[in-house]
C-alpha cells in the first residue's frame, strides 16, 4: 500500500493556459474524488468517480474543469483556460467500496495561475 | 449541505480538554472525522455509524447522535500534536462534503 500518489506536486502556469493533473489512487480503491482547497478554507468537493464513472460533479464547477478516470485507475483533472481565481491545493483521495470506509487524500498538487 | 461546526477556533494548553461539535440539516448514515495540519493534506481520524459502531486508529473518543444529527469530537489531555484544522464529514451517501473545519491550536 504505497498511498494516493499525485502528480506534479506544485504547478505554475501563465493565465489562459490549460493544465492537467494525476491522481493514482489506492490499488483496488473504488472511489476516487478530487476536491480544491484555498487558504483557511475546507476542501471543496469537485467531483466523485465510482470506478471510470463519473456519478457527481459539483454543480459551481466551471465548464472548464474537466476530470477523467479511465478503466477505474488513475484519474486527471483538466482546467482549461486557466485564471488566477483557480489558484489552489488540489486535492485527490481514494476510498474503498464501502460507506464505512474512509478516504486516504493524496499529498496534493498545488497551482498557481499568475 | 455542508456541516456546522462549532467552535470555529479553539486555543489549549497541553494538557487540557476541548470539545468539537458537529450538526448536519440531514440524516446521517455515518460521519468522519479528518484533521489537516498546516501545508499537509487531511488525515482520516474516526468514523462513527448508526448503531454506535466506531472505527478508528486514533485515541480520540468521539460520539453520534443520529436523531439529533450531531456529532461531538472529545479532544482530552490535549498534546502539541493535536493541533490542526479539524473537519467532520457527515454522510448519507458516497459523497464527502467538508465544512470550514474547526482550527486547534494546542500551546506548551
Given amino acids: 500500500d504505497t498511498g494516493v500518489s499525485q502528480d506534479p506536486r506544485h504547478k505554475i502556469t501563465k493565465r489562459g493556459q490549460n493544465v492537467t493533473f494525476r491522481c493514482d489512487p489506492i490499488s483496488e480503491h473504488n472511489r476516487l474524488y478530487w476536491y480544491r482547497q484555498t487558504l483557511g478554507q475546507g476542501p471543496e468537493f469537485l467531483t466523485y468517480f465510482q470506478n471510470e464513472a463519473q456519478l457527481e460533479k459539483s454543480r459551481l ?18 482546467i482549461q483556460r486557466t485564471e488566477q481565481g483557480d489558484s489552489a491545493m488540489y486535492l485527490c483521495a481514494s476510498s474503498p467500496r464501502s460507506p464505512d470506509d474512509w478516504a486516504y487524500f493524496g499529498p496534493g498538487t498545488r497551482l498557481t495561475v499568475l | 449541505q455542508q456541516p456546522v461546526q462549532s467552535p470555529q477556533a479553539v486555543i489549549l494548553r497541553e494538557g ?93
Fill in chain 1, 61 to 78: 464547477l466551471s465548464d472548464r474543469f474537466s476530470a477523467e478516470r479511465p478503466k477505474g485507475s488513475f484519474s486527471t483533472l483538466e
Fill in chain 2, 16 to 108: 487540557e480538554d476541548a470539545v468539537i461539535n458537529c450538526s448536519s440539516s440531514k440524516a446521517l448514515y455515518s460521519v468522519h472525522w479528518y484533521r489537516q495540519k498546516h501545508g499537509e493534506a487531511p488525515v482520516f481520524l474516526m468514523i462513527l455509524l448508526k448503531g454506535g459502531e466506531q472505527k478508528g486508529h486514533e485515541k480520540i473518543s468521539a460520539s453520534f447522535n443520529e436523531k439529533k444529527q450531531q456529532s461531538s469530537l472529545y479532544l482530552t489531555a490535549s498534546q502539541l500534536s493535536y493541533s490542526g484544522t479539524y473537519f467532520c464529514v457527515p454522510t448519507n451517501d458516497y459523497k464527502l462534503s467538508f465544512g470550514a473545519g474547526t482550527t486547534v491550536t494546542v500551546r506548551a
